[in-house]
């Protein structure tokens, strides 16, 4: 049992590094080209925008909780 749970942090030990690793990686691949910089600028404005329209027409139509629904 001890040898699996070893394992398994050892696999959460290098899915970490690689995370790492590759956010570093798109972060100086943003920085060397702009328009890929600009492109996730947007990107993330837009789910922004997505998020909160959604989370509104969740709020205006309370009927569609299922947890109000005795």
């Given at each position: 049992?001890?040898?699996?749970?070893?394992?398994?942090?050892?696999?959460?030990?290098?899915?970490?590094?690689?995370?790492?690793?590759?956010?570093?990686l798109s972060?100086?691949?943003?920085?060397?080209?702009?328009?890929?910089?600009?492109?996730?600028?947007?990107?993330?404005?837009?789910?922004?925008?997505?998020?909160?329209?959604?989370?509104?027409?969740?709020?205006?139509?309370?009927?569609?909780?299922?947890?109000?629904?005795?």
């Amino acid at each position: 049992m001890t040898l699996l749970r070893f394992l398994f942090c050892l696999f959460i030990f290098i899915g970490a590094l690689a995370a790492a690793g590759v956010l570093v990686l798109s972060i100086l691949l943003m920085l060397r080209f702009p328009p890929l910089l600009v492109a996730v600028v947007l990107a993330c404005w837009i789910l922004n925008r997505l998020c909160k329209l959604l989370r509104a027409s969740g709020q205006d139509n309370p009927t569609r909780n299922p947890a109000s629904q005795g």
